[in-house]
């Protein structure tokens, strides 16, 4: 049986305060690289960390963590991407790697100010409910693949993290609306779900950190949705370049 690990992180606002009306935090998108666990260990974090000691070399004691908006305000050591050559090298090879690595992606967005006019008080949480439904699709495919997986998402703070391990275990004890808890066990290894931050450098979750705008942006134009602003030609050139890599269920909007 193939064994996989799932890598989650989150693009937009994830709480029901300030202006819904703002594109900016009106969607919460969560997205998720698998990657198989021989194929992580032997060739994708390996090859990430070559890639990231040649556009940005540094000492391995002290690793560059890859986080999508330092990287787009090019501060610090990615002020190295300011010369037009060394961004050039890392946009070439980034998108090489997402073609050559990524194996299957997917994503959740959800219209929060939708969803809270339609159910008031009883909305659901917005990050949990997009969570919970991509668990569903990710579990089918998991099935077609006949493998099983763990989870990590990436850290959001102390109470935050509690509640997400909270409504992970509970989805494995008694499964979804949809899905029963034996079918979501027979799918995912364990009932806790692992939380821990990219400043671990977790490759899967800095990955998963640099998909998950364009992802996001992805699903808001392919369902029609206003943008506070389009997507840059970099963000575009991510989006075309893992468009194969999503499952056909992979993309999901909730309006």
């Known amino acids: 049986m193939n064994r996989y690990r799932l890598y989650l992180d989150e693009s937009g606002d994830h709480t029901y305060g300030g202006d819904l009306d703002d594109p900016d935090r009106r969607y919460l998108g969560l997205t998720a690289v698998a990657v198989k666990t021989t194929d992580y260990r032997e060739c994708f974090h390996p090859t990430l960390e070559r890639l990231k000691q040649d556009v940005f070399p540094h000492s391995p004691d002290e690793p560059v963590i890859l986080v999508r908006s330092r990287i787009a305000k090019k501060e610090g050591i990615f002020s190295r991407l300011r010369d037009a050559s060394v961004n050039a090298a890392w946009e070439r090879q980034l998108l090489a790697f997402f073609a050559d690595h990524l194996s ?94 990219k400043e671990q450098n977790i490759a899967g979750l800095q990955v998963a950190d640099l998909l998950a705008y364009p992802a996001r942006l992805d699903v808001l134009i392919r369902n029609s949705r206003g943008l506070a602003r389009p997507p840059s030609r970099f963000t575009s050139r991510i989006n075309e370049t893992v468009k194969f890599k999503y499952n056909q269920y992979g993309r999901v909007f909730l309006g």
């Not at 077609?144 to 997400?164: C, F, N, Q, W």
């Not at 029963?180 to 027979?186: D, E, P």
């Open 104 to 197: 299957v992606i997917f994503t959740v967005v959800i219209d929060k100010k939708a969803h809270r006019e339609r159910y008031g008080r009883a909305a659901y949480h917005p990050y949990h409910y997009c969570l919970t439904v991509l668990l569903e699709r990710y579990r089918g495919w998991l099935e077609l693949k006949g493998g099983r997986s763990d989870v990590m998402a990436e850290g959001r703070g102390g109470t935050e993290d509690l509640k997400l391990k909270q409504v992970y275990e509970d989805i494995w004890n008694n499964g979804t609306q949809f899905l029963s808890a034996q079918l979501m066990q027979n799918a995912f290894t364990s009932k806790e779900l692992k939380v821990k931050k």
